[in-house]
């Protein structure tokens, strides 16, 4: 299976990759939508609009672009040699991409929140979090490419 992996390392590198972009596309977008959708009433046709725009981004662009994330990322961290497992950039990184799935879990929480109508958390909130991934992405991008 190694080997599998060694000679496709850059298909698989290169799905790991979109598949990232895909997953922060929807983190920046989503928290966005919340900030919106803070600014409408409860129950009204823009509130069930943005309902369905929530899920769907979450369910059919978010989730899976996690999970192929994820799954590509093990696939490369599973090749010998690829990874210093003694490196601190390393554990960095890992640590920030769990602090995403973190934060991808919060979204989830919080559109619960506002398909039940009973959001918790005002504009401000979402506008704050909106910066969370930003952060979160700037540290992996950074031990990834410079490996302090």
Request: aromatic share 14%; net charge positive; proline share 5%.
């Amino acid at each position: 299976m190694t080997d599998f992996l060694a000679t496709y390392q850059s298909w698989i590198l290169s799905l790991h990759i979109m598949a990232f972009i895909a997953w922060m596309a929807g983190t920046f977008y989503l928290p966005r939508l919340y900030v919106y959708h803070c600014q409408v009433v409860p129950g009204s046709a823009e509130s069930e609009r943005f309902k369905v725009m929530e899920r769907k981004l979450l369910r059919q662009i978010m989730t899976p672009a996690m999970i192929v994330t994820f799954l590509a990322g093990g696939a490369l961290a599973s090749i010998p040699g690829l990874i210093d497992w003694n490196a601190g950039w390393w554990w960095t990184k890992l640590i920030c991409v769990l602090g995403l799935a973190g934060f991808h879990g919060a979204c989830g929480t919080w559109r619960r929140g506002f398909a039940e109508d009973r959001n918790q958390h005002p504009e401000k909130f979402y506008r704050t979090a909106n910066e969370v991934p930003t952060i979160l992405m700037m540290v992996i991008v950074i031990m990834i490419i410079v490996r302090p």
